[in-house]
């Protein structure tokens, strides 16, 4: 199942930009959608994730009081907040899917991904 991924593009140091991420069916039970990114030259790593019911969320501490994750009133979008951007967030982010709860886990416990959408910070 391919998410439905968009968003992302070239902004300044401090800048913002939003990124979404949407699931193609209803959700039932237990689900995590997650952004990661992934920097040239870099393994990817998680960025942000949420538990699709309710508000629990995980942000890496990179990231943390600079991004946040919100939802539409449709219930099948999550969107991806990203503040005060920084060049060291210039990279490809990836949304992805999984079943269970939210942890830390690797990429490669998620099995639906969206396609990538390049952020550029510039300095």
């Known amino acids: 199942v391919q998410l439905q991924a968009s968003g992302g593009g070239l902004v300044q140091a401090g800048g913002s930009l939003r990124l979404s991420c949407s699931v193609p069916?209803?959700?039932?039970?237990?689900?995590?959608m997650a952004w990661f990114r992934q920097a040239p030259g870099k393994g990817r790593e998680l960025v942000a994730a949420?538990?699709?019911?309710?508000?629990?969320?995980y942000y890496a501490a990179s990231v943390k009081g600079w991004f946040a994750i919100s939802r539409d009133n449709a219930d099948n979008t999550r969107y991806l907040q990203m503040n005060r951007l920084k060049s060291e967030d210039t990279a490809v982010y990836y949304c992805?899917?999984?079943?269970?709860?939210?942890?830390?886990?690797?990429?490669?416990?998620?099995?639906?991904w969206g396609q990538g959408t390049e952020v550029t910070v510039s300095s």
């Open positions: 992805a899917g999984r079943e269970g709860t939210l942890m830390n886990v690797p990429a490669d416990k998620y099995f639906e």
């Open positions: 949420t538990q699709w019911s309710g508000c629990d969320s």
């Open positions: 069916r209803r959700i039932f039970g237990s689900y995590v």
